[in-house]
């Protein structure tokens, strides 16, 4: 008789042990269940337009071109002081501020810059996107860093061939008259024929020797514009203009400004492109 306490008390022991583990059990086989549904839904519907959140600090050279800490456009780091953006950018408000090295834009102590100065192309007039580019001179040298770096850009005039593929990022809005993402998003895209780009946007709108255009599954949207089209390690495009009814149009491709039809002005500013 004086076992059965003892007995009873080792049962009770077990019992629990046992509805312990059935609980843990449990648990991780609700969460297996939900675990791809997670994955699923963090994929989907991000992006520029169609694509996918970029790794953090992947793009150092990726710069935010902001108008009173809203983010407007795009840019990116071509020197130690230099910033190329598109010049219509400007014209949406006439004093500009940058942010560099960012990833997620609501992140506080953002590493903000003033700029000094507008090299606007001289050829360019606000209402057409004929020599969209603009360079923006910092008011200090940037000191690179493991999130802040500049991008090369070409060094000669040349043509990207047809059906390179190449990649965009941005923090504009992930669908035609969406809202602005605050985290870095990137897609590829794949060059397309010059001649072709300006059959579908007739030469009015397209001048093949100072752009070239893209395709793909997803692109460039608003607040996208002034940032690099990246083939390689090489910035060759700065986003300028698209269809004015839908982001990343099956009918009028995305148009860049072919950053070396513009080497000698930009040497003329910044001294060697590389």
Request: aromatic share 8%; net charge neutral; with cysteine.
């Amino acid at each position: 008789m004086q076992s059965q306490p003892h007995f009873c008390l080792t049962t009770s022991k077990s019992s629990s042990i046992v509805i312990f583990i059935m609980t843990i059990i449990i648990s991780l086989l609700l969460l297996a269940s939900v675990l791809p549904h997670l994955t699923f839904t963090a994929r989907v519907n991000v992006g520029i337009v169609n694509g996918t959140e970029a790794k953090p600090h992947s793009r150092p050279y990726m710069v935010s071109v902001q108008a009173n800490k809203q983010h407007i456009c795009g840019g990116f780091l071509i020197s130690d002081r230099f910033v190329m953006t598109a010049a219509h950018c400007k014209y949406i408000f006439p004093v500009l501020t940058v942010v560099l090295g960012a990833h997620d834009l609501q992140q506080k102590n953002l590493d903000r810059l003033n700029v000094d100065f507008y090299h606007e192309h001289p050829d360019y007039t606000n209402g057409s996107y004929h020599n969209d580019i603009l360079i923006l001179r910092l008011e200090k040298h940037v000191e690179p860093n493991n999130i802040i770096k500049k991008i090369s850009i070409p060094t000669k005039e040349d043509d990207i061939e047809a059906d390179t593929v190449c990649s965009v990022a941005g923090w504009g809005s992930l669908k035609t008259n969406g809202k602005g993402n605050n985290r870095l998003m990137e897609t590829n895209v794949t060059v397309m024929n010059n001649m072709k780009c300006e059959s579908k946007w007739g030469k009015k709108e397209y001048a093949a020797s100072q752009m070239m255009c893209v395709y793909g599954n997803g692109g460039s949207c608003d607040g996208d514009s002034g940032g690099p089209l990246v083939c390689g390690d090489t910035a060759v495009g700065v986003t300028s203009f698209g269809d004015p009814k839908q982001c990343n149009s099956l009918e009028l491709p995305e148009v860049y400004i072919k950053i070396s039809a513009y080497l000698p002005w930009i040497k003329s500013i910044i001294g060697n492109v590389n």
